[in-house]
């Protein structure tokens, strides 16, 4: 089994920043790419940033200049750093990755965090 586990989120006051990990443990060969969602109350989820293993990134046009998206391949980690948060930006975040295992047999496996609750309000 791989999992996902997400942290970082909590209550933060506009203008303020964030930074959210991702860590991937289990039966991981490689991750491809990791990305970061985010659900909102009563919205879709929607993809905020993403990030391959070689370290292409792309970016929501809400995240463009505030969000940065770096990962640790050594560490199966993916970083969310989040500055100038602002009240539209309150959400869970969740963690998105495409990992290739070994068990139970080789192949691709599409994993999901359990999300981490981000919140910014005065």
């Known amino acids: 089994q791989v999992q996902l586990v997400e942290s970082g989120g909590g209550l933060v006051q506009p203008g303020g920043s964030l930074r959210l990990s991702c860590a991937a443990s289990g039966n991981i060969i490689s991750i491809n790419y990791m990305d970061w969602y985010r659900q909102a109350p009563g919205k879709e989820r929607e993809l905020v940033a993403g990030i391959t293993s070689g370290g292409m990134t792309r970016y929501a046009g809400s995240a463009k200049g505030r969000f940065t998206i770096s990962r640790d391949n050594a560490k199966n980690t993916t970083y969310l750093q989040m500055n100038n948060l602002k009240p539209e930006d309150t959400a869970v975040y969740y963690c998105?990755?495409?990992?290739?295992?070994?068990?139970?047999?080789?192949?691709?496996?599409?994993?999901w965090g359990q999300g981490t609750l981000v919140t910014v309000s005065s």
């Open positions: 998105n990755a495409r990992v290739l295992t070994y068990v139970p047999i080789r192949g691709y496996l599409e994993v």
